[in-house]
């Protein structure tokens, strides 16, 4: 159902975690890939690893001429850009009281700036291209209220609010765009801070467990392609029903 075979996708923060699963999942389905990230030694074993139809860049995605640099970098190697996936970022946990302001400005400079500048960037190749399919990487956090988010979370809902006015924006330029929100997801961000994956492990989720990266890649695969043509300002909870409501566990106390 997702045929990308006709799509050329970059992917920021593509070294590693949902974004390395994104990279296969698209070449599985027959995309030219680029991965972009500050990783380089990952992003290349990994491009390294999908072979002839993928790519890497060195992306800082705070940085608007290094963002050219890539989107020329990615027209050049393949000829175009389809697909871009807004998928960086830093993930920090503090109370609203201790976070600092120059803290709160780095977590909006990477998570959400970052994005806003890969969307300005490649606007206007998709234009002439005649359209294209843009993937911000939300969170659960930018659909709830999640304590000890202030700056995370602050940044996740303006990455679900900038989405909402790309896709009023360029609709009409047959450029969709669309946040994707997952749970708590097992990567190398969340198993630094002890998240086990494994059924039962998150008892706070109606689904009891962590999502893997692939099973977040698969719906930012569906949101690439054509499958997905009228689809467009949607926001994606792939959260294991996190984001639906508290599980009966935790209301009842059972
Ligand atoms: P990760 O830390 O494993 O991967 C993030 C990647 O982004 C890394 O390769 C990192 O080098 C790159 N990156 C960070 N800052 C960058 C910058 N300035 N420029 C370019 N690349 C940069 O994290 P992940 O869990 O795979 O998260 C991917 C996305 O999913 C993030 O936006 C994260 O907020 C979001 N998310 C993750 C979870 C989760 O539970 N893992 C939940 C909700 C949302």
């Not at 059924?199 to 692939?214: C, D, H, I, K, Q």
């Not at 977040?216 to 467009?232: E, H, P, R």
């Amino acid at each position: 159902m997702n045929d990308l075979s006709t799509k050329t996708v970059l992917i920021t923060g593509g070294a590693r975690g949902i974004g390395a699963e994104v990279a296969r999942k698209a070449v599985a389905a027959g995309a030219r890939v680029v991965v972009a990230d500050l990783l380089e030694d990952e992003g290349k074993a990994l491009v390294a690893e999908l072979g002839d139809r993928a790519r890497f860049v060195r992306l800082d995605v705070t940085d608007e001429e290094a963002w050219q640099r890539a989107a020329d970098f990615t027209v050049a190697e393949f000829g175009r850009i389809d697909g871009l996936v807004n998928n960086a970022g830093i993930s920090t946990g503090m109370p609203l009281e201790t976070e600092t302001v120059e803290h709160f400005r780095q977590v909006l400079d990477i998570n959400l700036t970052g994005v806003f500048i890969g969307m300005r960037t490649v606007i206007p190749g998709m234009k002439e291209n005649g359209g294209g399919s843009i993937v911000n990487i939300s969170s659960a956090a930018g659909l709830m209220g999640l304590a000890l988010t202030s700056s995370y979370g602050a940044s996740k809902w303006g990455v679900r609010g900038l989405t909402k006015i790309g896709a009023v924006e360029l609709g009409t330029a047959r450029i969709r765009v669309n946040s994707v929100h997952p749970g708590m997801t097992y990567t190398p961000m969340t198993a630094q801070v002890g998240i086990e994956q494994g059924e039962g492990n998150y008892p706070n989720t109606p689904m009891g467990r962590v999502g893997e990266a692939s099973e977040i890649a698969d719906a930012v695969a569906y949101l690439l392609s054509d499958a997905a043509s009228y689809v467009t300002g949607a926001e994606l909870a792939v959260d294991g029903g996190w984001t639906t409501g508290p599980t009966v566990k935790y209301v009842m106390g059972q």
